[in-house]
């Protein structure tokens, strides 16, 4: 199943998008109505998001989970760019970020 969110969505049910993603469903990030970043679950990317990959020299970031959560635009406008952001939470990684595929 595939579901598009808003940032503000994001932002108060962190959580529960994190594990909807890493039960396997996709997950759409929108930004003023914009597509821009994608939710996977951690762990090896599948063929469609490999492409998404940064390349070479670009930035990952690994934060923790608050972390996001307080800053979830400033993440997401670094993943519009060509980041990806790995959150961790509890020492453990929990979801990867990557650039939606219309971005």
């Given at each position: 199943m595939h579901r598009t969110i808003g940032i503000g969505q994001l932002r108060s049910a962190t959580r529960y998008y994190l594990d909807l993603a890493a039960s396997g469903e996709s997950i759409t990030v929108k930004r003023r109505g914009i597509d821009v970043a994608s939710i996977?679950?951690?762990?090896?990317?599948t063929q469609e998001h490999r492409r998404r990959l940064p390349l070479?020299?670009?930035l990952v970031i690994r934060v923790a989970l608050p972390a996001f959560r307080s800053a979830v635009g400033r993440y997401l406008s670094m993943v519009a760019n060509g980041a990806v952001v790995d959150?961790?939470?509890r020492g453990q990684s929990a979801a990867r970020i990557t650039r939606a595929a219309d971005a």
């Open positions: 996977h679950p951690p762990g090896r990317p070479p020299g670009h959150i961790y939470d």
